[in-house]
C-alpha cells in the first residue's frame, strides 16, 4: 500500500478525523477504530502504523530522517494522532460532564453510531460462507461476554500504567472494542482521565510508552489480516461492534458501587433495563423522545461520515 499524497486542506480533513476518533476514544464503549473504519482511513491508518517498526529505524540510518517519515506514512500519523491528542485533551471535560448529568442521552447517541457502524461494515462483505458467519458470531460474542465483565479497582502502579496503554490502545484501534472500556475493567480509567486533566506528565509518560508498545505489534497482526483475510476480519469486527452495544444501552441500574479515594461514589456494576423499569426503579425520567432523537442522530452521524470516508481525504 502506498501512501496517498494529499494537499493542506486534505491533511485538515485528516487531524479533524482523528480528532473524531479521540472523542470516542474518551468514552468507554466506543471505539476510535470505529471512526477510522466509518470515515474511511481505517486500514491506511494499521499500515501506517504497522511500518514503525524495526525497518523505520534501518531506515534512518541508510537513507536519513526523510526516507524514514515517508516510510512510515509521517504526515498521514502526525495528523491523524495530533488530532486524537488535542481531542482527548479538550473533550475529556466535556465527556466527565455529560456521563455525570445526561449519561442516558449521551448513550443514546452512541448507541445509534454504533448501530448503524454495524451496517456500515456489513455492507462491504459481499458474500456469507459458514466461516464468515462463525468469525462474525464469534466477534458478537466475544464483545458482548467482555462488556459483562465486572470492572476492578487497583493501584495505579507504574507497571500497571504501562501495561493499560498496552492493552487499551490496542481495543482502541479495534473497531467496536472500546479502549476507555478495557480501562474502566481495569480500574485505571478515572486514574488516566486525572492524569489527562492534571497533566501529569509521568503517568501520561507510561502510558503514552505502553500505547506505542502495543500498537507496533498489535498493527502488524491487524495487518496480516486485512491482507490475508480480509472479509473474514470485517466480518470479526461487525460482531465486535455489535456486541458492545451492550455497554452502550441507554438506560441502566446501578446494581454495586464504590467509593473512590475522593469519597465520590462511582457505579462498579450496571443492568441494562427498559425506559419504563428505569423510570420506576429510578425515580428519573427516561428521556425516551430526546433518547430516540439522538440515536437517530448518531445514525446520521454515520451516514455523513460514510460520506467523508468515500470522498478524497
Known amino acids: 500500500m502506498e501512501p496517498i499524497k494529499r494537499n493542506a486542506k486534505q491533511f485538515i480533513g485528516l487531524g479533524l478525523k482523528g480528532a473524531l476518533m479521540g472523542a470516542a476514544d474518551a468514552i468507554p464503549g466506543v471505539s476510535g477504530g470505529t471512526i477510522a473504519f466509518m470515515t474511511g482511513i481505517y486500514e491506511e491508518l494499521i499500515y501506517s502504523l504497522k511500518q ?16 524514514a517519515w515517508q516510510h512510515i506514512n509521517g504526515p498521514f500519523l502526525a495528523c491523524v494522532f495530533g488530532g486524537i491528542l488535542i481531542s482527548v485533551i479538550t473533550v475529556s471535560h466535556l465527556v466527565i460532564y455529560l456521563l455525570e448529568v445526561h449519561p442516558s442521552l449521551l448513550w443514546s447517541f452512541f448507541f445509534g453510531l454504533i448501530l448503524a457502524a454495524v451496517w456500515s461494515v456489513l455492507r462491504h462483505i459481499h458474500y456469507w460462507t459458514s466461516s464468515i458467519i462463525s468469525a462474525f458470531l464469534f466477534g458478537s460474542l466475544a464483545a458482548f461476554f467482555i462488556t459483562t465483565i465486572t470492572p476492578t479497582s487497583i493501584e495505579p502502579t507504574s507497571l500497571v500504567v504501562f501495561l493499560s496503554g498496552m492493552i487499551a490502545i490496542c481495543a482502541m484501534i479495534l473497531p467496536g472494542i472500546s ?89 462498579l456494576v450496571e443492568n441494562n433495563v427498559l425506559p419504563a423499569t428505569f423510570e420506576a426503579s429510578s425515580g428519573s425520567p427516561a428521556q425516551l ?25
Open 179 to 267: 479502549g476507555s472500556f478495557i480501562l474502566l475493567l481495569l480500574g485505571m480509567y478515572t486514574p488516566i482521565l486525572n492524569a489527562v486533566k492534571s497533566f501529569q506528565f509521568g503517568t501520561l509518560a507510561l502510558f503514552a510508552f505502553g500505547c506505542v508498545v502495543g500498537l507496533l505489534s498489535f498493527s502488524r497482526v491487524l495487518h496480516w489480516m486485512f491482507e490475508k483475510h480480509k472479509t473474514l476480519t470485517l466480518a470479526l469486527l461487525g460482531g465486535f461492534m455489535l456486541g458492545s452495544l451492550n455497554k452502550v444501552w441507554p438506560w441502566k441500574l446501578v446494581v454495586e458501587s464504590f467509593v473512590d479515594r475522593h469519597g465520590k461514589v462511582v457505579p
Open 52 to 67: 514503525c517498526g524495526p525497518e523505520a529505524l534501518t531506515t534512518i540510518f541508510k537513507h536519513g530522517i526523510k526516507a
Open 289 to 313: 423522545i430526546p433518547a430516540i432523537a439522538l440515536m437517530f442522530m448518531g445514525v446520521l452521524m454515520v451516514v455523513i461520515l460514510e460520506k467523508l470516508g468515500n470522498k478524497p481525504d
